[in-house]
C-alpha cells in the first residue's frame, strides 16, 4: 500500500467516478483501476462497489478512506514543519464554521486574509456543530468555529470570544414596554426559534428541559427570525454579536435579558496533531480584527496563540 493508492481512493470517494478521479489525478482511468485493484488485493477487501452509479464506498472501504484522509493528513503535516513560515503562509486553508457566527466572521476574515495573506485559498463553509466536529476529525477540514465547550477528546478548543444573548421583541409584545426582560418572564411565553434546520419555524417554550441556547440558532439564521417577529409579532432571541445587522430602525427592538444573562462562547477547533501555527495565529488575528476588544476572550486579546 502506497500514498498514491491512498490519494487515489480518496479521490474516487469524492468524484464518485473512476474516470473523473483519474482525470484529477493526472492518470489514465485503466492505471487508476490497476492501482486501487491491486490495493484491494493486498488488504483482501473490496473497496468500492463499482456497481453504484455514482461509485461508493462499501462499509470496510469507508472506513479505509476514512483513514487515508487522516494519514495524508499527517504526511502533510510533515511537510509543513520543514517549510518557512512564509512558506506555510500560502496554500489551501478549510475552515467550516456555523451559521451564525457566518455573517459575523466570513466578510472581513476573507478581506483580512485577501489584504495580508493572499497566497493562503481560503475556504469557508457553514456546517452544522456535529459536522463540524466530524469533518475535522476526518482531517477534511483544517479548522472549525463554533459554540464551545467542544467536549471532544481528539480536538483542542480555543475560546475567541464571548457574547451575550439579546431579545427582540415585537411593539405589540407587552415585554416591549420594559428596559430589560428577567429570564423568568421571558420563559413564559413563546419565543420564535428555528427547530430541524430549516425546515419549519416554531414557537418555542424556554421552560423545555432540553432547551439550550445554541439549539435556537443551529440550522437556521439570525435574519429569518427577526423577518418573523416583524411580520407576526412575538419574541426571538438574537446574538449580540448580530445586533449591528439589525436596521436602525428596528434597534428598539432590541433588550437585555437579566437574572441570569444568557451567553454563549465561540470557540476554534482543531485536531490535536495541528501544527500549522502561522494559520492559526492569521485566523486569530481575523477574528481579533472583526470583534470588539470587549467581547474577545484573554488569551486572544492579549497576544499570538502557541501550539
Not at 483580512?112 to 493562503?120: A, E, L, M, V
Not at 476526518?138 to 479548522?143: H, I, L, S, Y
Not at 445554541?214 to 435574519?223: C, S
Request: aromatic share 6%; net charge neutral; glycine share 6%.
Amino acid at each position: 500500500m502506497t500514498l498514491p493508492q491512498l490519494k487515489y481512493i480518496v479521490a474516487i470517494d469524492q468524484y464518485g467516478h473512476f474516470g473523473k478521479a483519474a482525470e484529477a489525478c493526472g492518470l489514465t482511468q485503466s492505471t487508476l483501476s490497476l492501482m486501487v485493484k491491486k490495493m484491494e488485493e493486498e488488504l483482501d477487501v473490496r473497496i468500492f462497489d463499482r456497481d453504484a452509479h455514482p461509485v461508493s464506498a462499501t462499509e470496510m472501504g469507508r472506513k479505509i478512506i476514512d483513514q487515508a484522509k487522516v494519514v495524508l493528513y499527517n504526511v502533510e503535516q510533515i511537510k509543513e514543519m520543514t517549510r518557512s513560515e512564509k512558506e506555510t503562509q500560502s496554500g489551501p486553508l478549510r475552515i467550516a464554521l456555523i451559521s451564525t457566527v457566518s455573517p459575523v466572521l466570513v466578510p472581513g476574515v476573507y478581506k483580512y486574509f485577501g489584504n495580508r495573506h493572499p497566497s493562503i485559498s481560503l475556504q469557508i463553509e457553514e456546517m452544522l456543530t456535529g459536522t463540524i466536529k466530524d469533518k475535522l476529525r476526518k482531517a477534511e477540514v483544517d479548522m472549525g468555529i463554533l459554540t464551545g465547550p467542544v467536549n471532544d477528546p481528539d480536538l483542542l478548543e480555543i475560546p475567541l470570544y464571548h457574547e451575550r444573548f439579546l431579545a427582540y421583541v415585537s411593539p405589540e409584545n407587552p415585554a416591549y414596554a420594559l428596559e430589560s426582560i428577567r429570564r423568568e418572564s421571558l420563559a413564559q411565553q413563546p419565543i420564535w426559534i428555528i427547530r430541524d434546520g430549516m425546515r419549519q419555524l416554531v414557537p418555542g417554550d424556554l421552560k423545555d428541559r432540553e432547551f439550550t441556547y445554541e439549539r435556537f440558532f443551529e440550522g437556521g439564521r439570525v435574519g429569518i427570525l427577526i423577518q418573523v417577529v416583524n411580520e407576526n409579532g412575538g419574541i426571538t432571541i438574537v446574538p449580540e454579536t448580530h445586533a449591528g445587522f439589525i436596521l436602525y430602525s428596528q434597534q428598539h427592538c432590541l433588550r437585555p435579558i437579566i437574572d441570569p444573562v444568557p451567553s454563549r462562547t465561540i470557540s476554534l477547533a482543531i485536531r490535536n496533531d495541528y501544527i500549522h501555527q502561522a494559520k492559526l495565529n492569521a485566523v486569530v488575528d481575523a477574528v481579533k480584527s472583526i470583534i470588539p476588544g470587549t467581547l474577545l476572550e484573554g488569551n486572544i486579546r492579549q497576544g499570538r496563540l502557541k501550539i
